[in-house]
């Protein structure tokens, strides 16, 4: 239904349209100018043929059902808690699914955090690695 939606518009608007239209969504509503005009030049650059598979695999996959077969490794999910794109309670999903996975909200921060506060998920990530080497080296 939703995914279907999204299809269409990236069907009749193209990259470009798209990116006008939906660019400031995958942010919080406080962002800066700057972040959503970031999102909107990489969202005008999406490979179509990318982009519907992501839309069918978020809406149609079977994530939590994979997320509890992965064993390779140590697991951060981490969400904005504006997020509307994949929110916070399929994300929380997800990490409970994975063994051990550890869940972190960022707070007031949507989909594309990583445009919003490039520094603090920067250090959440570094943090997770760090604590998972020190726990190797005991």
Same mark, same amino acid.
């Given at each position: 239904?939703?995914?279907?939606?999204?299809? *269409? #518009? $990236? +069907? &009749?608007?193209?990259?470009?349209?798209? %990116?006008?239209?939906?660019? @400031?969504?995958?942010? =919080?509503?406080?962002?800066?100018?700057?972040?959503?005009?970031?999102?909107?030049?990489?969202?005008?650059?999406?490979?179509?043929?990318?982009?519907?598979?992501?839309? *069918? #695999? $978020? +809406? &149609?996959?079977?994530?939590?059902?994979? %997320?509890?077969?992965?064993? @390779?490794?140590?697991? =951060?999910?981490?969400?904005?808690?504006?997020?509307?794109?994949?929110?916070?309670?399929?994300?929380?999903?997800?990490?409970?699914?994975?063994?051990?996975?550890?869940? *972190?909200? $960022?707070?007031?921060?949507?989909?594309?955090?990583?445009?919003?506060?490039?520094?603090?998920?920067?250090?959440?990530?570094?943090?997770?690695?760090?604590?998972?080497?020190?726990?190797?080296?005991?």
């Amino acid at each position: 239904v939703l995914f279907r939606s999204r299809l *269409r #518009m $990236l +069907a &009749e608007l193209g990259p470009q349209g798209m %990116a006008e239209q939906r660019g @400031a969504a995958l942010l =919080s509503p406080g962002a800066s100018a700057e972040a959503i005009d970031l999102v909107k030049w990489s969202m005008a650059r999406v490979n179509p043929g990318g982009y519907e598979q992501a839309v *069918r #695999m $978020l +809406a &149609e996959g079977r994530l939590a059902e994979d %997320a509890a077969r992965y064993s @390779a490794g140590p697991v =951060s999910v981490m969400c904005g808690s504006e997020d509307t794109v994949t929110p916070e309670e399929g994300c929380r999903r997800i990490a409970a699914a994975c063994r051990g996975a550890e869940y *972190r909200s $960022l707070p007031g921060l949507g989909h594309a955090s990583y445009v919003e506060t490039p520094r603090m998920v920067a250090a959440e990530m570094a943090r997770f690695m760090n604590q998972q080497h020190a726990s190797q080296q005991q």
